[in-house]
């Protein structure tokens, strides 16, 4: 099993850093469209007993123009945000009103909104980033190196070393120890990335508030995955899905994104990249 985790994540790190430095903006963005509509599939898979293609389809599309309207940037993603919210709201009212089943249909109402609002905060932000200009895929990979070595670090810490529980009715085999090694990680992979990897300047007045920022990233990335098997455990579920061998569901590999995504992005555009 742990052999072919490790596998498994290997030839997705290669299949990720070739994507980030091969691709085109068009093919990152067609790639993210894609796992996102993955996402949702197994989120709705999660929460909803009845599979409702009707449902399906209508939350892939409005996820589908949510993402496009972010990589528009500009005030695109909020406007949609908003008009996703009452749309929802409309095709709600209407169906309860016809069925009377209010109870359950408000619960799946917020279900809904929720998957919407969790999937765009995953993998919404991505090509933004990616789209800053001049450093942004290096943007990028230094997210997904925080992000993922982090948590392969924790993974690995907390077998060998964890003994006190980080949240035990959440997700039992983590630990403070794990948790503590994952954002050691993250920091050597940050400092790693701005020495080898950064080709802007390395003045202080960039350095400080980014290793300021990597602590933060870092438990924001734990947090999400903690958000994460707080969904499966309120489903009594272990993994999300079978998308990746070893690894569970794509929910499971991608869900430290969560939080941590927005958060960076805001943080470029206000702190990085500010003029």
């Known amino acids: 099993m ?12 290669v299949a990720l ?10 093919l990152m963005l067609l790639t993210v469209l894609v796992f996102s509509i993955f996402a949702y599939l197994e989120y709705d898979k999660l929460f909803f007993q ?18 496009l309207s972010l990589d528009q940037g500009g005030n695109m993603g909020w406007y949609w945000l908003w008009l996703t919210f009452i749309a929802l709201s409309i095709w709600h009212i209407v169906a309860l009103d016809h069925d009377g089943d209010f109870g359950s249909g ?14 765009i ?20 990979l230094l ?50 990335w701005y020495q080898f990897i950064y080709t ?10 980014l290793f300021l920022f990597v602590p933060l990233g870092s438990a924001l990335a734990q947090a999400g995955d903690l958000l994460e098997s707080l969904l499966k455990r309120s489903q009594s ?15 499971d590999r991608i869900d430290g994104l969560a939080l941590v995504s927005p958060v960076f992005y805001f943080f470029i555009q206000l702190v990085l990249e500010h003029p």
């Open 106 to 119: 408000i619960h799946r109402f917020a279900l809904e909104f929720f998957g919407y609002v969790y999937v």
């Open 2 to 13: 742990l052999k072919q985790r490790i596998i498994a994540g290997v030839l997705a790190g």
């Open 121 to 140: 905060a995953l993998m919404g932000f991505l090509v933004p980033i990616a789209r800053v200009p001049t450093h942004g895929r290096e943007y990028l």
């Open 237 to 251: 579920q272990k993994d999300s899905g079978s998308f990746l061998p070893g690894h569970g569901g794509l929910l």
């Open 143 to 192: 997210l997904f190196l925080m992000v993922f070595i982090g948590d392969t670090s924790a993974y690995f810490a907390g077998m060998r070393f964890g003994k006190h529980p980080l949240a035990p009715k959440l997700s039992p085999k983590k630990t403070i120890e794990g948790a503590s090694a994952g954002m050691a990680a993250s920091i050597i992979a940050s400092v790693a």
């Open 17 to 26: 850093l070739a994507l980030l430095y091969l691709g085109s903006f068009f």
């Open 200 to 209: 802007g300047p390395h003045v202080p007045g960039f350095a400080v508030p």
């Open 50 to 67: 009845n599979a409702s293609t009707v449902r399906r389809m209508r939350l892939a599309a409005m996820i589908t123009l949510g993402i």
